[in-house]
């Protein structure tokens, strides 16, 4: 039987030639829902994410999914396990089309990307889920166009289909809607919504509308310790919560 909690770490820290990055932080990811993870600039949420998928090794504390300790597992295994990291393992090839960035993800999650004898048109029956997956995200319509040739949000959008693409059963998101206008952060925020849905998302970013808008549960880091938990209204009223954003260059929730 699955736990309800997919993602737990315990006392997780990591230092760099004695400053610590992150301290005792103490997480738990609810199965199928959005859960953010917030803070000031300099909390340590990008070091977190780096120790989650492994990208970096922890000083010290556990990181267990679905209750087994993968603390110690390289981030391929962590990946195989169903964490994807997207905009990592999802990067966009843009001289190759919406259809074929698509294809190549389904590659990798059947593990026939390095099969270069077999011939062009064996690919062709993944199309269908590429198709599939494109339509889930808004691109059926681009799938021939070179992805160079996709407005910033479609990227995006495209690297969320990539992530799909590996089957994940936990997507980290980092900074999904960064250096986006209006209207795209808008779209992104609706798309991660829409393909949440039966999935976990742990999603790092910034921009408080979207975070209020979707997250089901948010923990703020200061300093790279964990500094309040709880929903949107329970973070956002929380005196420690407001002080530590109000003094880190004007930013406000």
């Known amino acids: 039987m699955l736990q309800d909690t997919i993602l737990k770490t315990i006392g997780l820290g990591k230092s760099f030639k004695g400053f610590a ?13 959005i859960h953010a993870l917030i803070g000031p600039n300099g ?34 295994q962590i990946a195989r396990r169903g964490v994807i990291r997207s905009f ?11 259809l074929e960035n698509v294809r190549v993800a389904l590659q990798q999650s059947l593990g026939t990307e390095f099969y270069f004898w077999k011939p062009q048109n064996s690919l062709l029956t993944l199309d269908d889920r590429a198709l599939e997956l494109l339509d889930e995200v808004g691109l059926s319509h681009f799938a021939g166009e070179e ?10 959008a495209l690297e969320i289909a990539t992530t799909l693409a590996m089957d994940p ?13 209006h209207e795209d952060v808008e779209r992104v925020t609706e798309l991660i919504d ?19 808008s979707i997250a089901h549960r948010i923990t703020v880091l200061q300093r790279g310790s964990v500094l309040a ?21 004007g930013e406000s929730l």
């Open 21 to 33: 990055a992150v301290s005792d932080v103490n997480l738990e990811v609810a199965r199928g829902s």
């Open 43 to 76: 909390a340590g949420k990008t070091t977190c994410f780096n120790l989650l998928t492994k990208f970096l090794e922890p000083t010290s504390g556990q990181i267990l999914f679905n209750g087994l300790d993968i603390t110690k597992e390289r981030p391929a």
């Open 88 to 98: 990592q393992i999802s990067a966009v090839f843009p001289h190759l089309t919406v």
């Open 147 to 156: 992805a160079i040739s996709l407005a910033y949000g479609q990227k995006r």
């Open 169 to 181: 059963e936990l997507m980290l998101l980092d900074e999904p809607t960064q250096g986006m206008g």
């Open 194 to 212: 829409r393909v949440a849905k039966g999935r976990t998302v742990l999603m790092v970013e910034h921009n408080m509308k979207v975070v209020s």
């Open 229 to 249: 938990e709880g929903s949107y209204y329970e973070v956002s009223s929380n005196p420690l919560v407001v002080e530590a954003y109000m003094g880190s260059h």
